[in-house]
């Protein structure tokens, strides 16, 4: 008779069992593998989501901005708002400058001086950014090199 065609002898009640509790064993190490992992993964996870995100180039770029938008303030209210002053003389009249309009017994106060003074401030923030980055260079480091 050969090996093949051997009858096959059936495992014991006890070696099922020994099985059984090897496997239950073996499903507990594999758990508690898998929750460690999942725990270090988490923390490796979030780790390169910063690095690839950019998170710290951000975070870098953000105090960055801050600063740069209070020196672009202060040269603004230091320099532009003075020449402005001066060609239209006080910024605070200009700002209280208003038409008032009085038809069919009803009147309307427009504040177009406070809109002319925020857009030459907005004009003139604008230009000196504009101006801080051309002259830095700035705007030419993302261009790819030919």
Known sequence: MAAKDAPKKKPSAAAKAKAKAEAAKERAVEARQHARAATKGHANGFVEFIRTQGVVGLAVGLAIGTAAGDTVKK????????????????????????????????????????????AITLAATALVIYMIIHFAKLDRLDKKKS
């Open 75 to 118: 040269l603004v209210e230091g320099f532009i708002n003075p020449i402005v002053q001066f060609i239209v003389g006080s910024q605070a009249g200009l700002q209280a400058a208003t038409w008032h309009v009085e038809l069919w017994g009803r009147q309307a106060d427009f504040a177009w001086g406070a809109f002319v003074s925020s």
